[in-house]
């Protein structure tokens, strides 16, 4: 006989609104795709080789989409 848990981990059942799916590059998002593990870097983009090691270490933790922000001109430029 197996207890009903769901009052203690209410999250174990999600029920997914539909929607269609998209690409972020090679990555599916969205309809029957699996959930994606989604971050954003929080260095100053104008500063390369910080957010490009960040990158890195988000894609080594498993990321599947890194996010970055381009809040000024020498952010832009720099990446």
């Not at 609104?17 to 989604?38: E, F, H, L, Y």
């Not at 498993?62 to 001109?73: K, L």
Request: proline share 6%; with cysteine; aromatic share 2%.
């Amino acid at each position: 006989m197996s207890a009903d848990l769901s009052h203690i981990r209410p999250w174990r059942h999600i029920e997914r609104r539909k929607s269609r799916q998209i690409m972020v590059g090679n990555v599916p998002v969205g309809g029957d795709a699996p959930i994606t593990v989604q971050s954003m870097t929080n260095t100053p983009t104008s500063d390369a080789a910080a957010t490009l090691e960040q990158i890195r270490q988000l894609e080594e933790a498993g990321a599947d989409i890194v996010r970055v922000s381009c809040p000024d001109e020498a952010s832009t430029i720099a990446f």
